[in-house]
């Protein structure tokens, strides 16, 4: 597994951006798909972002697509989330995720490491 520690997170106000970041120890790093997740109050975890290893294949939940940027630095074992525009339905506990796949992915059961969240609050 990977162990996994994320930063980033506060409170802004609706149109603000954040950068959130999370930092991996353990498995090689650079083997595995990453992927961001977000659970609000009451609602179930979703898919937010993902990469595959090298950064080169990204995908996107609807909602996000266009506000919300995954990247990676496999030499420095960190993948981020630059989420811009942001909206009050954005305000969730956002979750780094690791697969054992070289792929990332939307579908949360193919992670097996998660860090232990961030709260993002966007007040309007």
């Known amino acids: 597994q990977v162990q996994l520690v994320e930063s980033g997170g506060g409170l802004v106000q609706a149109g603000g951006s954040l950068r959130l970041s999370c930092v991996a120890s353990g498995r090689t790093f650079s083997r595995s798909g990453m992927g961001w997740f977000r659970q609000a109050p009451g609602k179930e975890r979703e898919f937010v972002a993902a990469?595959?290893?090298?950064?080169?294949?990204?995908y996107y939940a609807d909602s996000v697509r266009g506000r919300f940027t995954i990247s990676r630095d496999n030499a420095k074992n960190t993948v981020n989330l630059q989420m811009n525009s942001l909206r009050p339905d954005d305000t969730a506990v956002y979750y780094c995720a690791a697969t054992r796949y070289r792929d990332g992915s939307n579908a949360a059961s193919e992670y097996d490491s998660w860090g232990q969240g961030t709260q993002v609050t966007v007040s309007s």
């Open positions: 990469n595959d290893w090298s950064g080169s294949k990204l």
